[in-house]
Nanobody, 125 residues
Framework: VQLQAFGGGLVQAGGSLTLSCAASGRTGTGGIVVTGWFRQAPGKVREFVAAIRRSGSSTYGLDSVKGRFTISSDNAKNIVYLQMNSLKPEDAAVYYC?????????????????WGRGTQVTVSS
């Protein structure tokens, strides 16, 4: 499985971005069942942002993004989206998408088998 994350960029505080994570390879039955987004700012640990299961159920990891970020998926296209609204300077980070072939603890990075390279999100104040 290969993951490609894109959609990052520079946005002013209060603006919006939509990140996409495109998966290729063995993504169907027996393949990916959970896709998650993590982020890492310079000098900080990687944080779990959100995850979505193939069934469509989702989990958000940060109270600070609840109500502002929305994770969704298009299983037919093997793409997972992270819609980010009302962006704040503290949301600036490299955002990584990750995928797992099992239903584990979705907020644990170690549960994920596949990782994309990350896409930079910069928020100006």
């Amino acid at each position: 499985v290969q993951l490609q994350a894109f959609g990052g960029g520079l946005v002013q505080a209060g603006g919006s971005l939509t990140l996409s994570c495109a998966a290729s390879g063995r993504t169907g039955t027996g393949g990916i069942v959970v896709t998650g987004w993590f982020r890492q700012a310079p000098g900080k640990v990687r944080e779990f942002v959100a995850a979505i299961r193939r069934s469509g159920s989702s989990t958000y990891g940060l109270d600070s993004v609840k109500g502002r970020f929305t994770i969704s998926s298009d299983n037919a296209k093997n793409i997972v989206y992270l819609q980010m609204n009302s962006l704040k300077p503290e949301d600036a980070a490299v955002y990584y998408c990750a995928a797992s072939s099992r239903y584990g603890i979705v907020h644990e990075a170690l549960e994920y088998d596949y990782w994309g390279r990350g896409t930079q999100v910069t928020v100006s104040s």
